[in-house]
């Protein structure tokens, strides 16, 4: 859904959900401030019984003159209806008759909700809906199609402050951002904000109720002691909480990961930690969230969103009886997600002895299929430490003379020196052309913040074809168990889940590595 789209309607009112978090306020302020740029009569409400009394969200609105109504009836019903960071069906989102409705959030859509609504007259009306649930924030979706729209956000310092704070808020202080387009929205945005504005907000977060709920929490900790995890179950609070919580948690000398979480109203959040290299809190929070809502971050600091639905018929799945409230039902679930997260892997170290033999596996050999490369010294002088941002992270390292980026077929980048890119490859001069998510990015990885200056470049801009040569083959077999390669180049470890291979190079069976399932079958042909 492009944001043009709805500019045929001439009166629209933008909806937070009830008692709306700072995320929802940056979100539905940047709609406001584009329809209202394009002349449209426009306002921001949000419902429930309650207005906003924390202390930064009420500074929030104040200093960035956010025009946002607390409202418990519409006089007249609105020709479109928005809903930001919530979804019109919710139960935490007031329901307001409208002629039609649209959706943007990044939020899971709950269990069997059928996307239509019912006019006066009977007629089911579609929603029109941009949900993109592997966001940290509502606000990046929404920096992301005015960004589309050529809507100069950088221009507006108290826009920009309002999306770059509900980024902040909504992913821990960026530590559960999961997206490269929320570091892209948070590198774009910092040059162009109201830092005075900003340290105020971070700074009035915390009350001393809430500094109650996080003593308490942390006096009743759930420990597994086999596993060296930690469950801490907080009562309902701002988000934000849990992180305190957790991040005192993993201090504690017999914790390696810990999760603390709280219901909230249409769900629970939860905050996850690990300070353990077998364990990265990242892709924790993915597996204790997987098919019943979204979790990611960072290696060391993620979190993650259980959609209350989804969750109930899980603890319904595993316990066979109904969970007595949604607090109950995440305590159960994350406890036996933890527990038989650390019962069922395999740990491989690369050039160690006990690195599988893969000698009788089936051979294969990759495709000759059409990949984009870059010569790394066309975009910056040798010397320079760049930063690449794929769907996978963001790595670094020095630019070399001879360094080549070298863009998969799934957007992910690898760097060649130049022997081994032509030995492995054959290079076409014609355009790459890239179709997927996310084309990667990169940037110096120290930038002049003084004057603003921001060199990210879209490698797919620069990028020509290269084809593989048919060079030599892989031995490789498809992984049952969740699988975890630790290789000596990397301070973390390869992933592998049951359907993915774990391969190595005919002439090196002790160089050991993960090949994703798509990629194998997309990349690499059996051998006969």
Known sequence: MLLRELLRYDHIVIQGHDNPDADAIASAYGLYLYFRAAGRNVRM??????????????????????????????????????????????KNVQRFEAENVAVIDHHMPGFRREYSLKSDGGEALPFMNEIRENYGSCATVVWDMLKS??????????LATALYYGLFSDTGKFQEIRHPKDRDMRDELEFCLNRSILMLLENSNLSQEELLIAGKAMSKVDYEEDCG???????????????????????????????????????VKLSVRSCERETRADELAAYMTDGIGSGGGHMRKSGGFLVEDLLNEEYCRLFGDTATDTAQAAHAVLRFRMKEYFRNQVFIYAGSENVPDLSGEKMYRKKCLPMGYVKATDLYPEGTMVSVRMLEGDVRFTVRSDTYFVIGI??????????????????????????GEYAPTVQAAVRAISIGEDDRK????????????????????????RTKVFVPWSESYLLGKPGDYLAARAEDPGDVYIINRQIMARSYEEVD
Do not use: W
């Open 45 to 90: 409400i949000y419902g429930g019984k309650n207005a906003v009394s924390k202390k930064n969200l009420l500074l929030m609105l104040e200093k960035l003159a956010v025009p946002m109504e607390h409202v418990t009836r519409l006089d007249e019903r609105p020709g479109l209806l928005i809903t930001v960071d919530c979804q019109y069906t919710e």
């Open 149 to 158: 729209e050529g809507f100069p956000v950088t221009n507006d310092m108290s």
């Open 229 to 267: 995890f930690a469950i801490a179950q907080a009562e309902k609070c701002d988000p934000n909480i849990l992180g305190i919580i957790s991040d005192a948690l993993i201090e504690v000398d017999s914790i390696g990961c810990c999760a603390a979480f709280c219901a909230v109203d249409d769900g």
């Open 410 to 435: 799934e957007g992910e980048v690898y760097k060649n020196d130049e022997s081994y890119f032509l030995a492995h490859n054959t290079p076409i001069d014609e355009p790459y052309v890239y179709s």
């Open 458 to 481: 879209q490698l797919t801009d620069y990028a020509k074809v290269c084809i593989p040569k048919k060079g030599s083959c892989i031995r490789a077999r498809e992984l049952e168990v």
